[in-house]
Structures are given as structure tokens and as C-alpha cells.
DNA sequence: AGACAAAATGATTGCGCTGTCATTTCCTGT
DNA sequence: ACAGGAAATGACAGCGCAATCATTTTGTCT
């Protein structure tokens, strides 16, 4: 026996708007997903009854009897760094006044997490999932290769993404930094980096390939530390870095905040920059432009990335296979400024 | 006439573990959301045939037929500013390990934009509401009352919370911010703030009534703009600033951002911080206390507030009316370093 | 050992929506 | 005006789980 007073409390259904608009369920239903199928008199009466009764439809039910969700996955690893959250604006930018929404998944530098987390979006069925690396454990690349819904891998352009990915070559994009602060006339270059991730890891392996190549490399100046990246730490790197190999002309660093903790770590040594330093930053987040000197960085696409990965999603979800280009290099851009400028 | 084929891509429900493991789908339910009233031997019996059957739970159904959700929505005006990024980080670190996860919506800044967040969060009978501010609409107001579940509202201390709240007084950390500068010996102080949303109001106007009262008041020194606050933006303020009033010898700026902008644009302009200019920040952010100098800040306790709204949130959730200290005062304090110190 | 309470388990039903397919209504051309 | 086809609408069942309440099993006390 169940209970059949429907209190008034209870918010309306579908059902109560097809009475009051005097239609059938289902007319409601598709009134709200799918207008063009529905008679304009239809529709009116039933906008006009939802508008009376303030009907919300539940996204439950609804992900129940479709099988699917309006949820879109977005895992990163961290939400603290200034990359992600630049993805993350372009996303939100790209869904504002769709039916999706996104929910985030941090896995904070973690493949095994990462895992749980792909596992755990999985089962909600998403309409689609973007994931911020290449790197996943082989049961997590297995779990994308069989998803149900499109996925986009963001961040890197590198063979054997599961589907489809926005990303720019993370590597050349090292070697030009480091190409730069060469034609600047540095001989004595060191790198700085932290939060030795995967991704870290091979930007840095790119590093040592170019400096060797050109005949400028040399392990002390090459520092690193599994700790989080901050200003703090960029400055303690530079310090360790000069202590190790005082003659040191020049650092490529990792990303921003080690750049600018690097710069404000020679204006406190009174090491002239780019006189006697030259600092070469990367992702080139808002901040490096405006530092004194301003920094020179390699300025990577991370709001595009955002954008185009949900663009492309959204366009895969709605037409399924309609993605011909699965796979989008959007480049970087050396922004030389102050901080290498020695000539 | 349905499908009665339950093809092998189906994945399995709770009646299959059930049938696996010879107990009823009841017993299963319980295992997995109450395994304190189920028997040892069920259980064993249940968690075995789910791993054999690598069973997941369907939220959606959950979802409704519990008509409540894990989902824990997460209110911000704005993804890019570091404010909101330390809160995320506090609200991830407490719903880590629990049942639930977060749901960000971003208003940027829009307060209609916030009540049709809020709508929409609502109809999605989330498990709980975090938001971030006391300025909704009457309508959005009107929802946060009536609504089904927790509300925290966080990072200000005021009269007229919807229900719980968690931050602290606004006004009289800018106070203390003024105060510290009137104390350094600074007598012409100016205000530089971006992005006047009502709190950036509320703010403005205690350092306009400290600087009245102690006699420093002059509005010439009071530099706003609409737009975003970013470090470019701090340079820009204090050049508007120094250009209609020459003999400032002090900025409070209401946050980091801009608080660098200005002690890069003085640098730039050859100003001696502290010793011509002072500069107190607002926030205090990782970086700022690694400028050189290194900056003076009203620091406010953003990660805290985020774990502590998530950690009373889920209490009044798994136990409701179980908080009694519903309104926490979570304090800020004054860091005082070089950018301020000119004796 | 028997009585009783407490703990554990199960059968049934419905949450609110959408997929499927049948039926009705509308429109077009001759 | 009427056939034929397209467009619009509806009836019905079921998605996978949890609430409810009834029933069975277990444990405890005298």
C-alpha cells in the first residue's frame, strides 16, 4: 500500500503538467527535449501549464529511463594550478546555455586516482568526459577505450590518444624556450621544475635532448623537486641551481610561478636579469607579462584547449562521428620580452 | 512488448548481485549503504558477488528513488580568481574519501545568474548547497530558505544568513589593513580595487569610513573599475592613481592581484617601496609574500573556510540540526612584512 | 527450556521520466 | 473532394533502486 496522497509539498511531474495542459505525457516530454516535433498549439498549452505550475523536470528520472546523463566529466590534476584553471574557464565558457553541465574530478597528480575517478564518472553515464592527460594506468585507458560516450583527452598532441584530443606538442614547445635563451646568447642554461609528473618528466627529458644537441648541457644546472609548484619553490630552486653551478647564465623554467619566484629571487640577490640571468618562463599565465622585467615565456593555448575540447565534445555528443578532426594542434607562441633580452 | 533480452552489455544491477550472491536485492542495497544492519555473513555473501559481477550503483536510479542525491553543489562568482581556487581546494580536501562530490556552478558575478544556478542545483535534490555570498536575489533568497537540504553560506560574517555560514568580517580586516598603514606613518592612503561586485562595495566603503575618521579621507585617492581585477589591471590603478593625486604615499589594494600590478608599476616608475609608496595586500596569496619586497597583507583564511564549510555541511547532512555553532567566525590576520615597513 | 525482544531479511510497490510502436490528425496534390 | 503520406500524438511498460512494512531468525534473560 502505497502512499497516494500527493502532498502538496511535493513538487509537480510531467504527469500533473500533461493534466493541467491537457495533453499526455509524453507530449510534455518531448515538448521540453525535442520542440520541432511538437504543434505550436501543443507547445503552447504546455509551456503555459509548466510556467503555472513551475515544473523543473527531474534529471534523475530523466537519466533513468534514457540511459544518460547531461553531466560532462572533466578530470584534472590539480586545481590549484593556474593551467587548469585557465581550462577550466574556457570549458564553463563552452557549455554556458547548453543543457550540460560539468563536474570536475580532481585526481591530484595521480594515475590510480585518476582511475577511480574515470570508474567512478563512468558510472554515472556521462554524455562525455574530458581527461587532462595521456598517462593513464593501462585499466584507465581501457575504461576511455570503452566508454560509452566520446571522450577528449586535453593537453598534449601525442600518438595513441583513446579518441579524440586538443592539445599542442609540450615538447618542441620546451625546445623553443630553450632554443630562445641559445640565440640570446646564453651558453649556460639551467632547468628548473616541480611536481615531477609524467608530463614534467618528458618536458624536462626535451630540455636535456635540445641543451645536449647543442652542446650546452650539464646535470647540476638542472633542478627539480617532487614538491608543488609555487613562487616560494621557484625561488628555492634558483637558489639551489646557483649554489650548484654559480655560473649559471640562464634558466627555462617550468612554468610560471617558478619563473616569477626565480626572478624575484635574483632582484633579491641583486643578479641582474637578463644582464646576468636570463629567464625564460612557460604557459605565460597573465601575470608574467607585467613582472619587471617582463618575463618571456612560452605562451600555451590553455583557455583554447578548454574550448575546442568541449566544442568537439558537444559536436560528438549531438551527431555522433560529425568530428572529423579528432585530433587538433593548437600551437604555442614564444612571447619574448625583458627577461632574455641581453643584446 | 519490451526487450526481455538483458544482452551482455548491459551492465549488471542490484537484482543480479542479489540472484549471485542467493540473497534478496534489498540485503544488497543495504550492504552497500548501511553495512552495519546486515549480517557478516550477508555481507561477505553481497561484497563478493559484486566484485565477482564488478558491480557499480546506478546513481540515477538511486537518485530517484531516494529522491536525494550525493551531489554537493558549490556556488562561486568566479573560477580565475585565486580567492575561489584556495576555497575549492579547502571544500575538495573535506568531501575526499565521503560519499559525496562537488558540483561547481560559476555566476561570474551575476546575482540573476546565481538564482538560476541555484534553481537549477534545487532540481537536482542535491545532497547539500555551499554559496558564496549574502547578496541573492529576494528570489534566490527565497529558494536558499525553502530548500530541502543544508545551505552553508560562506566568506563573510553577517547578519541574516540564510542558515549556516562560515568567514569572516570583511570590513574589519580592510579596517585593520588602513589602520596598519595609518600606524606605519602613511597619511595620504589610497584604495585600488577591480570588479566592484557588492562585497568589493561593502569593502570600499569601511575604508572610506576608517580613512574619514582618522582624518585621511580624500577621493581623489579612491581608484575602482568595473572590470576584472588581474595584475595588469594593479598597474594600471596605480597609474590613474599617481596621475590624479601625486602625493599619495600609500595603497590598500583589495587583493593580491592587484596589490602586485602596483608594486610592479612602481617598480617600474623608480617609486621606493615602502619607503615613497606603502602597499598593503588583500588575501594573501601564496605569491605575495615572495614579491620583493615582499608585500604586507590582510590575510584571509579562504582554504579554511572552504573545509569548513564542507565539514558542516556534511555533519547537518548525515545528522541534521547536529551543528549548533551555525554561524563560524574564522578571523584574518595581519601579515606584516616589507612593502609597508619604512622606518 | 521457554518467552520475548531485537536484529536481520524479504516481498512489493513506486519514484518520474522516456523508448517503442500504434494510432490519429493534418497537409498536399490532383 | 479524396487518397496517400507525413506529422503529431498517445498508451504502455520499464529503467534500477529504496521505502515500507511484514516476516523470519537470532540472541538474551529468567
Do not use: W
Not at 554515472?124 to 566520446?150: H, K, N
Not at 632582484?267 to 618562463?281: D, F, K, T
Request: glycine letters at 8%; a neutral charge.
Amino acid at each position: 500500500m502505497a502512499r497516494k496522497t500527493k502532498t502538496s509539498s511535493d513538487r509537480p511531474t510531467l504527469v500533473d503538467v500533461a493534466r493541467e495542459a491537457g495533453v499526455s505525457a509524453i507530449t510534455v516530454s518531448r515538448t521540453i527535449r525535442s520542440p520541432g516535433i511538437v504543434s505550436d498549439k501543443a507547445r503552447r498549452k504546455v509551456e503555459e501549464a509548466i510556467r503555472r505550475l513551475g515544473y523543473t523536470p527531474d534529471p534523475a528520472a530523466s537519466a533513468l529511463a534514457s540511459r544518460s546523463t547531461s553531466t560532462i566529466g572533466l578530470l584534472v590534476p590539480s586545481l590549484t594550478n593556474n593551467v587548469f584553471s585557465d581550462v577550466l574557464r574556457g570549458v564553463y565558457e563552452g557549455v554556458q546555455g547548453t543543457r550540460y553541465f560539468v563536474q570536475i574530478g580532481n585526481y591530484r597528480y595521480s594515475a590510480l586516482e585518476e582511475e577511480g575517478l574515470i570508474r567512478n564518472f563512468l558510472s554515472q553515464r556521462p554524455a562525455g568526459l574530458i581527461v587532462s592527460s595521456m598517462d593513464q594506468t593501462p585499466t584507465g585507458r581501457r575504461l576511455l577505450e570503452t566508454a560509452p560516450c566520446p571522450v577528449v583527452q586535453i593537453m598534449e598532441i601525442a600518438e595513441g590518444a583513446v579518441d579524440m584530443s586538443v592539445g599542442f606538442d609540450q615538447l618542441a614547445a620546451v625546445r623553443a624556450g630553450a632554443q630562445h635563451l641559445q640565440e640570446c646568447g646564453y651558453r649556460r642554461p639551467g632547468f628548473l621544475s616541480a611536481r615531477m609528473d609524467p608530463r614534467a618528466q618528458r618536458r624536462l627529458a626535451a630540455f636535456r635532448e635540445f641543451a645536449e644537441g647543442a652542446g650546452m648541457l650539464d646535470d647540476r644546472r638542472i633542478i627539480t623537486t617532487p614538491q608543488p609548484s609555487s613562487v616560494g619553490m621557484g625561488g628555492h630552486l634558483l637558489e639551489q641551481l646557483l649554489s650548484q653551478a654559480p655560473d649559471t647564465d640562464a634558466v627555462m623554467c617550468n612554468n610560471d610561478d617558478l619563473a616569477v619566484g626565480a626572478l624575484m629571487e635574483a632582484l633579491r640577490r641583486h643578479i641582474a636579469v637578463p644582464g646576468q640571468l636570463g629567464i625564460c618562463s612557460y604557459n605565460d599565465i597573465e601575470m608574467a607579462r607585467h613582472m619587471v622585467p617582463a618575463l618571456t615565456a612560452v605562451a600555451t593555448p590553455r583557455r583554447e584547449i578548454g574550448s575546442r575540447a568541449i566544442a568537439m565534445l558537444l559536436a560528438e555528443i549531438d551527431n555522433p562521428g560529425s568530428v572529423t578532426e579528432r585530433r587538433v594542434d593548437l600551437g604555442f607562441e614564444m612571447m619574448i620580452r625583458e627577461s632574455t633580452s641581453r643584446r
